[in-house]
């Protein structure tokens, strides 16, 4: 969460440049902003504003165009105070020498405000971020070395952060620090940067340094030096990243979410590139090759959050039913403070699109720490769960802006799937079962193109529900955890309340709120359970509930039942679950569109959550 974005430069780079950097890094965050910029000799200038960057005013971003040697910015995600302009970062410290902009929560932000307010400090903001600006502050009065000044400041403080510092009696540099946060820094010619994720400096340079936990960056426009907390240099250098920034333009779709609808095709077809291998009807995936060929989990526990949850306990069904591997799909918030029991022989996958996700990282760690093999399953390459897992398989589903996940989704699902076959062939898949879950899988890329067909479709049935307050989505078998799914899209985005539920379940509560005021949609593609979702469609027929269904071509079942029909080409029982995702997500999008929602940057959200 929160964007950080920053520059050391000669003196002919303007501000303007840490505005278009924030712009690419909006979706971390987007309540407040703000930039300091400065030149030797002069004072720091700090422009500030609530609301999103890419809203500026000309006037504002007239006061950034006069050159600056350097100048860092923040889009904010506020957790500690509300966001206003005095709680936008950066912050500064009292006598004015450190300006500090800060992504994540100082823990101990209390006790730390108490010490310096006693010494007579005086905060100006709600935010636990200016403890850090103070503090620098102070410890400088006792060491005149900046190092160890900036070294004992980020011993002190717990929780985590990710920070860019600059000290106005150092005009030539910047500062980088990075425990829990993460942060890229990017080398060019004659001037670097300092950027939260790799994708936000593609434009600039490709030559980039992951910093690593524990590491902080001192960043002049000559080059860069890593250290570690304590001062040791840590010597990292700039490595080569493949970013293709033309992949995240916008082009002709009106928004990010529907252009990344849209992509999946694609996305789908570069997740299963390379990867399928019909010569052994199995899937190779070279993020397993180090554990070797004889490599046999015998269970499987996967570590997610939200839509990456849900992707889960899809997963969960692909390797119990072709792999026989038991199963558990935990929160990572809810997994990592439990003592949790993980048995010998246990695969941990820790799975999150930006791979930077907080919990999920935390849980990795403590599992790794219990003695599991761990599978990252992301999709920023070179994120910090993939480099920590030291293995893994990457998602291909080329950048996510929406905030709300689309394509990272199915091709999360593309890959347990994938999964599910490689241990599947090893524990007694047949080569005739491997290769028609291998035919369906190289089908699925043109199959989806024609389920986004349905597009004008639901943006016609959306019409008629723009009012609705609340929404059930159920489904049975694999389609249980794409019911969630689609409630939480439709929340995430257009703020109608939804709740998912298995279609069973039902009557065991829920159906108590069915009116014709309560529309429900009906996930229903499994073939071998249709019969027994028709009958829980009756009940809520039964009941003057009003139905959307998406199911398959071949299925006529829910025709009279239904009061619209959605359909998706027929397609395996492992594979049809992803077809039928998309409609959802067309759903969510065209009621949010047309209750003139901000479907890319929705209300109290951000992407990449790297906080607890
Ligand atoms: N905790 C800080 C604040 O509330 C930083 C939040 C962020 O990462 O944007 O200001």
């Given amino acids: 969460m929160c964007g950080i974005f920053g520059y050391v430069a000669n003196g002919h780079v303007s501000p303007e440049l840490v505005v278009d950097g924030l712009r690419r890094l909006e979706y971390r965050g987007y309540d407040s902003w703000g930039i300091a910029s400065l030149n030797a000799g002069q004072d720091v200038q700090i422009t500030k504003a609530v609301g999103k960057i890419s809203k500026t005013s000309p006037e504002q971003l007239d006061r950034l165009r006069d050159p600056a040697t350097l100048a860092m910015g923040h889009t904010r995600w506020a957790t500690h105070g509300e966001p206003n302009e005095t709680n936008a970062h950066p912050h500064r410290s ?34 636990d971020t200016e403890v850090i600006a103070h503090l620098l502050d102070r410890n400088l009065r006792y060491t005149h070395r900046f190092d160890e000044a900036l070294s004992l400041t980020v011993l002190e403080l717990k929780g985590a952060f990710g920070l860019a510092v600059m000290d106005i009696q150092q005009p030539d540099r910047l500062f980088a620090v990075r425990l829990g946060s993460p942060l890229v820094v990017g080398v060019d010619d004659g001037r670097c940067l300092i950027s939260s994720d790799a994708n936000a400096l593609a434009i600039y340079t490709k030559q980039v340094i992951y910093l690593d936990d524990g590491e902080w960056a001192e960043v002049t426009r000559e080059g860069v030096t890593t250290y570690d907390f304590h001062r040791a240099a840590t010597g990292k250098i700039a490595e080569q990243i493949e970013i293709d920034v033309a992949a995240s333009e916008l082009g002709s779709f009106r928004h990010y979410m529907l252009k990344e609808m849209y992509d999946q095709p694609e996305s789908l077809r570069n997740a299963l590139r390379g990867r399928l291998q019909r010569s052994e009807a199995t899937v190779r995936l070279a993020g397993l090759d180090d554990l070797g060929e004889r490599y046999r989990p015998e269970r499987v526990k996967i570590l997610a959050c939200g839509s990456s949850w849900h992707a889960g306990l899809v997963g969960r069904y692909f390797f119990e039913e072709l792999a026989r591997m038991p199963t558990e799909v935990e929160y990572s918030s809810e997994f990592r403070y439990r003592n949790a029991v993980i048995e010998p022989g246990t695969l941990v996958i820790a799975m999150s699109q930006s791979g930077e996700t907080a919990d999920t990282l935390a849980g990795l760690r403590e599992s790794k720490r219990r003695g599991a093999q761990a599978l990252g399953v992301v999709n920023v390459v070179g994120s910090s769960i993939a480099r920590e897992c030291g293995r893994g398989v990457y998602l291909h589903a080329g950048h996510e802006c929406g905030v709300a996940a689309t394509k990272s989704f199915t091709n999360q699902l593309v890959v347990l799937l994938m999964l599910a076959v490689h241990f599947g062939r090893q524990r007694g898949m047949s080569i005739r079962q491997g290769l028609e879950l291998l035919d369906s899988l190289e089908r699925l890329p043109e199959l989806a193109e024609q389920v986004l067909k349905t597009d004008e479709q639901i943006r016609q049935v959306s019409e008629e529900y723009v009012d609705a307050t609340n929404f059930l989505y159920i489904g049975r078998s694999m389609e249980f955890p794409i019911a969630l799914e689609g409630a939480l899209k439709l929340k995430e985005v257009s703020y109608i309340h939804a709740e998912g539920l298995p279609a069973a379940e039902l009557k065991h509560g829920p159906i108590a709120l069915i009116t014709p005021e309560m529309p429900t949609v009906v996930i229903a593609t499994q073939s071998f359970i249709l019969d027994k979702v028709a009958s829980n469609v009756q009940e809520i027929k039964a009941r003057g509930g009003r139905i959307i269904a998406i199911v398959s071509e071949e299925n006529d079942a829910f025709h009279s039942l239904a009061d619209h029909v959605v359909t998706v080409p027929t397609a395996h029982d492992f594979v049809s679950p992803i077809l039928a995702t998309i409609p959802t997500q067309l759903l969510a999008y065209h009621l949010a569109v047309l209750r003139g929602c901000d479907v890319d940057q929705p209300r109290n959200l951000a992407k990449s959550v790297t906080v607890e």
């Fill in 94 to 127: 009292q006598s004015g020498r450190i300006v500090v902009v800060h992504n994540g929560i100082i823990e101990n932000h209390r006790e730390l405000r108490h010490l310096l307010e006693s010494e007579g400090y005086v905060f100006k903001s709600q935010t």
